[in-house]
């Protein structure tokens, strides 16, 4: 096994769950058009993630035999960005937005993850900490390509459809922090399991 795929999934689902650019997107998208007008600008979102990880699945694992210095600086650099993001996710509090006008398409969607922050860290995060040195670039990045396409196929319609209720009935109430600390400390844990798993390999 060349990849801790079950420590990757607990980290990748508490990144494709959690807020954050992409998932407000969808949020406002379903709170305003509905899950099934929406739905080509969720594909849209979903596929969009793959334009980000075989560029950079088969760029760093290039490098990483060559230059272990830099593989290794990105992820240390990955997962601070990444435990910042849990720091905004933990103060974070809920707001249904609204978007105007016709229903985004699935060109729209394919743009949203490059241009997000959040899903380059957690890639480069996937890539630096749960892949084994001397795994097959071919291999590394169709795992993790595969594995993030299952998630974001179930989380993002769920966001899309089902996000507006859970804004609409937390926001504002004490459960609200909670449920945004809990979503924190998923993502806290599933890094902090990496690392250490990291060094029994």
């Given at each position: ?7 990757f999934l607990g980290f990748a689902a508490s990144q494709v769950g959690t807020p954050g650019p992409a998932n407000m997107v969808l949020l ?70 609204e978007a105007d006008g016709t229903p985004p398409g699935f060109f729209a969607g394919l743009i ?90």
């Amino acid at each position: 096994m060349y990849i801790t795929i079950l420590p990757f999934l607990g980290f990748a689902a508490s990144q494709v769950g959690t807020p954050g650019p992409a998932n407000m997107v969808l949020l406002a998208t379903g709170a305003r058009f509905g899950l099934r007008r929406a739905l080509p600008f969720v594909a849209g979102v979903a596929l969009g993630k793959q334009l980000i990880i075989w560029p950079l699945g088969f760029g760093l694992m290039a490098v990483q035999d060559d230059y272990p210095l830099v593989f290794e600086a990105l992820k240390w650099v990955s997962i601070a960005y990444v435990l910042w993001l849990a720091y905004r996710v933990a103060n974070l509090r809920l707001k249904v937005g609204e978007a105007d006008g016709t229903p985004p398409g699935f060109f729209a969607g394919l743009i949203v993850h490059p241009l997000n922050p959040k899903a380059w860290a957690m890639i480069t995060t996937g890539f630096t900490t749960f892949v084994i040195a001397g795994t097959p670039p071919l291999q590394a990045t169709a795992t993790i390509a595969i594995c993030l396409l299952g998630l974001q196929m179930i989380l993002h319609p769920i966001w899309t459809y089902a996000g507006q209720r859970i804004a609409t009935s937390l926001a504002g109430t004490p459960g609200e922090k909670y449920l945004m600390w809990t979503l924190a400390a998923l993502t806290v844990v599933s890094v902090l399991y990496a690392l250490f798993a990291g060094e029994d390999l």
